[in-house]
């Protein structure tokens, strides 16, 4: 038998972490071994309240029987399939509950759905979608994506090179022919909004700016996170989707919704797209399809696109992608599972039932050291605090220590506090969150 270390003892030589300094984290690591309901429970057995439903995705909660029986079930029947030339009828059963709950309704037609593996690869797909729609159309010169400037769109090279952070982009070549929007985060006019900020749909027209400098002709998509999460809940200004919808309609530009934070509920509608009602053409999801348990993503397409690709010689391959995993039959097991429990719970939109509570809670914390702005939509929040001089995030690390000591998880970007908790919170955990919060607040003063 080889020596197994005990489960509350890893060696944390051999893996690499992601999206960690490596090095300070093996110092003093944070290491979480068991989840049910709102709570983790760390390796040292403390109770640990998830303000962040894991990564934007555990929407109902954590360790749901109905889930793990339905991926068990499905692991002893077939755990795998060939992903083409062959399908399996599980993969078609998910397409059509998503088609029939799609974003916008039918009204929107956007029920046509890809699978992938993860966010990232339902980015990479969405793009190549886009690009592929165009061509397929008489519009091969279109082919320059359009992100944003503060957006998150996973790491793909393709999510990278649209999205606008520069972390994400300073050590890797990007795409060529891609541009940014300006962003929308403007606290100066803003901070302490209620609702969607008032002031900035003008932004929207940063678009025909880049129009006007690349030509339509060679414009392909836009791509928008319509809340941007990664990067510090970054709200969408009152009509400013409406107002990239109308000039990308304009001028021939598909518009997608990067929607993987914001599908399943978070926004107490089920997609962004239901919230705001603004249709796009592509919207990609991931994290909450299956209640964040086993990885996948999905893009949702408007029949107009899908069907654009469908023409051709009959024996064609339509759309030269995917993915080994693309529509896991396990995945789609889980996906399942999760829907039910969402259309049984009521969760796709609850979120805009608590979303009064939660935001006054929210707000409540205005006036504790540092707070300079407080944005809230849906169960999500953004709480930003003042940098330190010279260091920046550092602020919002301590406090994110600090929060983990007393059991709350938290997620920090910047100097930014970014909160989401499952969408099963109940006004207690709601009140521990902003007890904490408060707390650790005043010790960092
Ligand atoms: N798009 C958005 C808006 C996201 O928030 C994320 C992940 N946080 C991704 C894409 C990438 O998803 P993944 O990490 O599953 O690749």
Redesign the pocket.
């Known amino acids: 038998m080889p020596d197994i270390p005990p489960a509350n003892a890893p060696s944390l030589d051999a893996y690499w972490m992601p999206f960690t300094a490596n090095r300070q984290f093996k110092a003093a690591p944070r290491l979480l071994s068991a989840a049910q309901g709102m709570y983790y429970t760390s390796v040292d057995g403390r109770e640990v309240l998830d303000g962040t439903a894991g ?2 995705c555990v929407n109902a909660g954590h360790g749901r029987r109905q889930i793990s029986e339905a991926v068990a079930r499905q692991l002893d029947t077939m755990d795998y399939a060939p992903s083409f030339q062959m399908g399996h009828p599980i993969a078609f059963d998910f397409a059509e509950r998503l088609a029939a709950i799609a974003p916008g309704g039918p009204a929107a037609g956007l029920d046509r759905v890809f699978f992938a593996g ?3 690869e339902a ?1 990479d797909t969405a793009l190549k979608i886009a690009v592929a729609y165009q061509r397929a159309t008489g519009q091969g010169t279109r082919t320059r994506l359009i992100g944003r400037e503060r957006g ?4 793909g090279f393709g ?1 990278i090179s649209v999205g606008g952070l520069v972390n994400n982009r300073r050590v890797f070549p990007q795409l060529p022919g891609t541009d940014h929007l300006r962003h929308t985060h403007d606290p100066a006019r803003n901070a302490f909004s209620r609702g969607l900020p008032e002031h900035g749909a003008e932004l929207a027209d940063d678009l025909e700016r880049l129009v006007a400098l690349h030509g339509a002709e060679t414009i392909a998509a836009v791509i928008v ?1 319509p809340v941007a ?2 990067t510090g809940v970054l709200l969408p200004p009152v009509n400013y989707l409406e107002r990239l919808r109308e000039i990308c309609t304009r001028h021939g530009i598909l518009l997608i919704f ?1 929607e ?2 914001t599908g399943f509920g978070r926004l107490g509608a089920p997609f962004a797209v239901d919230y705001f009602g603004v249709v796009p053409d592509l919207v ?1 999801t ?1 994290k909450g399809l299956t209640n964040g348990c086993i990885p996948m ?1 999905a893009v949702f397409a408007s029949r107009a696109v899908h069907d654009a690709l469908m023409h051709g010689p009959e024996a064609q391959i339509e759309l030269f992608h995917g993915y080994t995993y693309s529509g896991h039959p396990v995945a789609c097991a889980a996906g399942l599972a999760a829907l039910d429990i969402y259309a049984g719970e009521g969760l796709l939109t609850r979120a805009g039932d608590i979303a009064p509570d939660w935001s006054e809670a929210m707000h409540s914390l205005r006036g504790l050291p540092h707070v300079i702005d407080i944005r809230t939509i849906g169960l999500v929040a953004g709480i930003e605090l003042a940098s330190r001089d010279g260091a920046a995030g550092e602020r919002a690390y301590d406090l994110f220590v600090d929060c983990f000591e007393r059991g709350l998880l938290i997620r920090v970007t910047g100097d930014i506090v970014a909160l989401s908790p499952p969408l099963i919170a109940e006004t207690g955990h709601i009140d521990r969150i902003v007890s904490t919060l408060g707390e650790a607040l005043k010790r960092l003063a």
């Open positions: 990564l934007w993860s966010g990232s980015v998150y769109h996973g790491v999510g996170e999460g990664s990067d993987v934070i990609t991931a993503g």
